[in-house]
Antibody, heavy 124, light 108 residues
């Protein structure tokens, strides 16, 4: 069965960096786009970033709230996507999920499988 | 940015009854609308995509309808495992992908 497993979360001080990983299995990782979505404690879902598959250029998109601070990369040989988070703020405290993107009509992506999440707490 | 608005915020329903959840987009998203279910301590699970297509393994009691700016998720006969928070999400105009604020379906 398709599986996505996030790791790398933890407690970090404001202004510091953290790198999350999303490890995929049971599907051809390189064929799919991948998103990161976060959820602050007790709040709703917020999309924060997306990386296309190499077939679609491997390019990235970011939400305004993280643009310039967060970077998504992928290593298709290892079936892993990364979320590099720099200059962290207390408002970045959330559960971070990765989700597989399914393309529809060549340009639209919805997310069919999600990992279980990894918790990031930004606090001094 | 497309704003997604869900109503009601909380829906109290008895087991076996029908639940109807609404989602409105601030501009047309065609049929590029997904619904997710999230239970406490769990990741979201895809229920519906393309406004009305059930994802793999989703029971037939879940159905989606609508297009443009108005969408509905119907659970025909609520089971105990259906009490959860439900989110709609548009994927027509991105970035950003945007979610509604969620509807909590609770036991009446």
């Amino acid at each position: 069965e398709v599986q996505l497993v996030e790791s790398g979360g933890g407690l970090v001080q404001p202004g510091r960096s953290l790198r999350l990983s999303c490890t995929a299995s049971e599907f051809t990782f390189g064929d799919y786009g991948l998103s990161w979505v976060r959820q602050a404690p007790g709040k709703g879902l917020e999309w924060i970033g997306f990386i296309r598959s190499k077939v679609y250029g491997g390019t990235t998109e970011y939400a305004a709230s993280v643009k310039g601070r967060f970077t998504i990369t992928r290593d298709d040989s290892k079936s892993i996507a990364y979320l590099q988070m720099n200059s962290l703020k207390t408002e970045d405290t959330a559960m971070y999920y990765c989700a597989r993107g399914i393309v529809e009509m060549a340009t639209r992506y919805y997310f069919d499988y999600w990992g279980q999440g990894t918790l990031v707490t930004v606090s001094s | 940015e497309i704003v997604m608005t869900q109503s009601p915020a909380t829906l109290s329903v008895s087991p076996g009854e029908r639940a109807t959840l609404s989602c409105r987009a601030s501009q047309s998203v065609s049929s590029s609308l997904a619904w997710y279910q999230q239970k406490p301590g769990q990741a979201p699970r895809l229920l519906i995509y393309g406004a009305s297509t059930r994802a793999t393994g989703i029971p037939a009691r879940f159905s989606g309808s609508g297009s443009g700016t108005e969408f509905t998720l119907t659970i025909s006969s609520l089971q105990s495992e259906d009490f959860a928070v439900y989110y709609c999400q548009q994927y027509n105009n991105w970035p950003p992908w945007t979610f509604g604020q969620g509807t909590k379906v609770e036991i009446k």
